[in-house]
Each structure stands twice: as structure tokens, then as C-alpha cells.
């Protein structure tokens, strides 16, 4: 979502006469987009603010910005306590940036942290280079008020960007010749434009070009309908692959967690997508050492990855967050058990993505060719439609951004390795 952002920003200040340079040293204005969402996403950018402070030393004219969930929820002590940052601007406020900038070249601080119900940035292109994937913010803020979830707070309250315009924005993507996009949001099952709900926006943006790829994340448990799965089964274009964050097993946990759902209801959800979309696979987001967690709370947790069998996870120590209401809890989960569960959910995840992929040698599958191996430059890389990373060697008849079909020959928890079969499109 940054990433969008970013590129959101840069449509602004391009927009504005800004250019973009790569190198540090030659930039004039120096923004860092930032996350708030666990405590050390926050520290990197201390520390990147420290490294920092050489080049305002050596070039003090050198505007140097902080923006995003960091500069909404810090705004007043990182203007008094980093001195080195002249401009803090928060994630509905980018529209103004290149005021806030000359607020700055002008010596004063140029702050901008109103959070705003309406702004969707609609009418903005983002800057994007060229390539095969691209991200599309298809709505911003979020309702939902997870009580150890800080983003209601610094991204606002839910709002949703209009239909027409997504869709024009994918189909200059096609034009571009993109391949894959993800629509993102908070909470996508709560999309709302007018009458269009996300399943019609899914569908829509899958009609455009049948040769692009279209993912999209996240989806709130309590929200995904019976409506979605179907249009999911429906469209080869859109991948079978859901992000369903769970975070715990534990319906007590779940109720402190203010995720609305229940581990019985989840499940349930998982069984009817399995019903309806042959195939699909699934990853989640788990917190491990939420307030009060007890062994059984831990264990019921891990009964669910068990029981789901996720193809990936993303998995956290919980990290407490000043004005979340799980901040007045009591946290009383020792760092030791929070570090020993998270490491034990690490483990079996990778037990779990080891044995799925080793489940794979033999099939067929295609790939989208995205680039090459991290580890050869003879080895073309690219992703199943369920997202998997598959390796396999070069071959001058096929390029970038081809679709290709590929027999799996091995398999660790994070790769398929195999071989290629022959050259295809997706339909
Ligand atoms: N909106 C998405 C949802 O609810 O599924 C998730 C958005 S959040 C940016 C990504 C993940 O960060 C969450 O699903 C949660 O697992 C994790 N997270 C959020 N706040 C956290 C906290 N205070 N401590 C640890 N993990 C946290
Ligand atoms: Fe945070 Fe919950 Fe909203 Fe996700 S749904 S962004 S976890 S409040």
C-alpha cells in the first residue's frame, strides 16, 4: 500500500515540475513514506533520519520530509525532536505537498496532517515505470477498529474510489502493457460505489484485457461474500488466491481482537471458497502474544493453521500501539513467550508451504514470466496464479512478460523449480 502511495506522491510532485532522481545525493527534496503499524517499522525510519542528518549537514537547503501513518500519528514530536525534517505530511493530505514544500524552502516547517473522509486521489495518475506489475489503491481508510490496529487512526475512515475510474486505470495499464494487478485496500469486501459493490468491481476490472492477472488484498473475514468466491470461479483471469487474515484461533481472543468474526465462522468461509473455487489457495496474517494469550489461546492457533493449511503467512509478535484500545490492556505476554509462539507459527508455516509445494512436483503449472532467478541470471523467475515463485531455466524463444507452462521437478517451502513445457496464454 506505501508502494501505491508513493507512487501516488510522485504523480503529484511530477505533476508539479518535480523530476525523480535515484541517487540521494542529488535530490533537493528527500520524502520517506512510512508505516506505523508495528513499532519497528517505526524504528528503521529513526534510523533512516539518522543517516540522513549527514546529507542536511553537507547540503542544508536539502528539504527533507516525513509522510504517511508516521506523520499523522508523531506529527508534533517529530518536528520537535528530529530537527533535521522541515516537512511532516500525512496520508490525505498529498495533494499539498508541493505547498509544503516551498513552506519549507521558504524556512518554515510545512505540516499537513488532516485526515479527510472524502479524498480518494481519483483524479490522480499515479508515476509508474514501466513493468509488468502495477498496484492500484482502489479505496483508503478503514472502519473496522481492530482494537490493536493503529491504521483507522492514521489512514481515517473508509472511503472508496469510483468504478470508472479504476477501470480506465487498467486499461491504460493494458495498453502499457502491464500484466498483473493488484487491487488494494484495507478491508476490499467493503468497497462500495454507488451500487457496485467489490465482486462487480472485480469483475469489471477482469473483462478489460484477459491477459492480465488480477489479485487483490485484503480481505476482512467477516465481509467476503458468496457473490466474491463466484466471481472469483468465474474469471480465469482473476487468481485464485485469497489473502484471509485470521490472527489468532481463539474465539476469546478474536472478541478482544474486535475482529467481528469467529474461528467457526472463518473456517466455514474457508470450506465454502474451497467449495466454489477448485484450487485456491490461501495465506493469512497471525498476531502471536496478543494481551492475555494463554498456552491454549497459542495452541488453538495453531489448530487453525493446521487445520487451513495456508500456502503462506505473515506473522507477528503484537506490538502494542499507543491509542489503539488495546494499548490499556493489560500486556502481560512476557517478549520471551511472544518470541518462542511467534518462532513455533514460523516453523510449522514453513513445514506446512514445504509439504504444499512438494505436492506440486509433477503438476503443470503457468507462469507468468516476470524476471530472472535471484540466484541466476540464466534462470527465468515468475508466479503461479496462487502466487508461488517458480524457477526454471532460460530460453531465448520466451520473454518477459510471457505467459508460459512449466512442469514442476522440485520443491522447497518458498520455490518450485522445474522445467518449461510450452509457450501460452492464459486463455
Ligand atoms: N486490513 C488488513 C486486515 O485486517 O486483514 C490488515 C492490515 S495490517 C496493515 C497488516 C497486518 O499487520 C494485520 O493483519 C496484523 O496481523 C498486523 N498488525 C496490525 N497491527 C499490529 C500490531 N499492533 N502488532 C502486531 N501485528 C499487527
Ligand atoms: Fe487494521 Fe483491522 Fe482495519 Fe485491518 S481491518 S486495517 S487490522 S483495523
Redesign the pocket.
Known amino acids: 500500500m506505501n508502494f501505491a502511495d508513493t507512487e501516488l506522491v510522485l504523480g503529484v510532485l511530477t505533476n508539479n515540475g518535480f523530476g525523480v532522481t535515484k541517487e540521494l545525493t542529488d535530490a533537493n527534496v528527500i520524502l520517506l513514506n512510512t508505516c506505523s ?2 513499532e519497528n517499522a517505526e524504528q528503521r525510519i529513526y534510523g533512516r533520519l539518522e543517516n540522513l542528518k549527514k546529507i542536511k549537514k553537507e547540503k542544508p537547503e536539502t528539504i527533507i520530509g516525513i509522510i504517511g501513518c508516521m506523520a499523522e500519528r508523531l506529527r508534533k514530536s517529530l518536528i520537535e525532536e528530529k530537527k533535521i525534517v522541515d516537512v511532516v505530511v500525512g496520508p490525505d493530505e498529498y495533494r499539498r505537498l508541493p505547498e509544503f514544500i516551498d513552506t519549507a524552502l521558504g524556512g518554515e516547517k510545512g505540516i499537513g496532517v488532516k485526515l479527510s473522509r472524502t479524498e480518494t486521489y481519483d483524479d490522480i495518475q499515479p508515476y509508474r515505470e514501466e513493468g509488468l506489475s502495477a498496484w492500484i489503491s482502489v479505496m483508503r481508510g ?1 472502519d ?1 477498529f ?1 482494537t ?4 483507522p487512526f492514521t489512514r481515517g475512515r473508509e472511503r472508496s474510489r469510483s468504478l470508472s475510474t479504476i477501470i480506465s486505470e487498467i486499461e491504460n495499464l493494458s495498453q502499457r502493457g502491464f500484466k498483473e494487478i493488484t487491487l488494494l485496500g ?2 476490499v469486501n467493503s468497497y462500495n460505489d454507488d451500487h457496485y459493490d467489490f465482486a462487480d468491481l472485480l469483475a469489471s476490472s477482469a473483462k478489460v484485457d484477459s491477459n492480465i492477472r488480477i489479485r487483490f488484498t ?1 480481505s ?1 473475514p467477516q465481509d467476503l461474500s458468496e457473490k466474491l468466491l463466484y466471481t472469483i470461479a468465474e474469471n480465469s483471469n482473476i487468481c485464485n488466491y485469497i489473502h484471509l ?1 485470521v ?1 489468532s484461533g481463539s474465539n476469546r481472543i478474536l472478541e478482544l481482537m474486535n475482529r467481528t468474526y469467529t474461528i467457526e465462522h472463518y473456517l466455514n468461509l474457508i470450506d465454502k471458497a474451497r467449495r466454489i473455487i477448485p484450487n485456491v489457495s490461501f495465506s493469512t ?3 502471536a502474544g496478543f494481551p492475555t494469550e494463554t498456552i491454549d489461546d497459542y495452541l488453538m492457533t495453531i489448530d487453525v493453521m493446521q487445520k487451513v493449511r495456508y500456502d503462506g503467512a ?1 506473522m ?6 499507543e491509542g ?1 484500545k488495546a494499548f490499556n490492556m493489560i500486556d502481560d505476554v512476557s517478549e520471551e513467550t511472544k518470541g518462542k509462539r511467534l518462532n513455533n507459527i514460523i516453523e510449522l508455516q514453513q513445514k506446512i508451504s514445504f509439504e504444499i509445494n512438494q505436492s506440486q512436483i509433477g503438476t503443470e503449472e503457468v507462469v507468468l514470466v516476470e524476471g530472472f532467478s535471484k540466484k541466476s541470471d540464466q534462470h527465468f523467475s515468475g508466479r503461479t496464479d496462487s502466487n508461488k515463485v517458480v524457477v526454471f531455466p532460460k530460453n531465448d524463444e520466451i520473454k518477459l512478460g510471457d505467459y508460459v507452462k512449466v512442469k514442476i521437478n522440485s520443491a522447497t517451502s518458498g520455490t518450485l523449480l522445474g522445467e518449461l513445457k510450452i509457450n501460452g496464454t492464459l486463455i
Request: net charge positive; glycine share 0%; proline share 8%.
Open positions: 503499524i508495528r478503514c473496522k481492530c490493536f490496529c493503529v491504521v484495507q478491508n485484503t476482512h487474515p490472527q496474517d497471525i498476531i505473515y507477528f509478535k503484537y506490538s502494542p500501539r489503539t
